[in-house]
Nanobody, 125 residues
């Protein structure tokens, strides 16, 4: 089992930056990759960014490429999402999730085994 706790959300103006953190604990050896997802009211949960623990391979949804950066600190078992040039459409609850098995799809929700509680990001115009 893996426990995930997100932090770092808040309310900012368009163009500002935030850094989200996701701290993993428990049997973290079960985790192969981490993903960030977000969900706005009335919308489906969508994939934002992902990273593997071992090689640091990353992937981003097109809408955040060039603005968001995912990274990890293996010693601290923490994954970060640096969000720059934030837009109102980035407003959502952001969740981190752990994928146990290699070879899945980055954006496929069912491929992730454990989820954090979420942290709210609000971007005003």
């Amino acid at each position: 089992q893996v426990q995930l706790v997100e932090s770092g959300g808040g309310m900012v103006q368009a163009g500002d930056s935030l850094r989200l953190s996701c701290a993993a604990s428990g049997h973290t050896f079960e985790s192969y990759a981490m993903g960030w997802f977000r969900q706005a009211p009335g919308k489906d949960r969508e994939f934002v960014a992902g990273i593997t623990w071992g090689g640091g391979v990353t992937y981003y949804v097109d809408s955040v490429k060039g603005r968001f950066t995912i990274s990890r600190d293996n010693a601290k078992k923490t994954v970060y999402l640096q969000m720059n040039s934030l837009k109102p459409e980035d407003t959502a609850v952001y969740y981190c999730a752990s994928d146990r098995i290699p070879g899945g799809s980055w954006a496929e929700i069912r491929d992730y085994d454990y989820w954090g509680q979420g942290t709210q990001v609000t971007v005003s115009s």
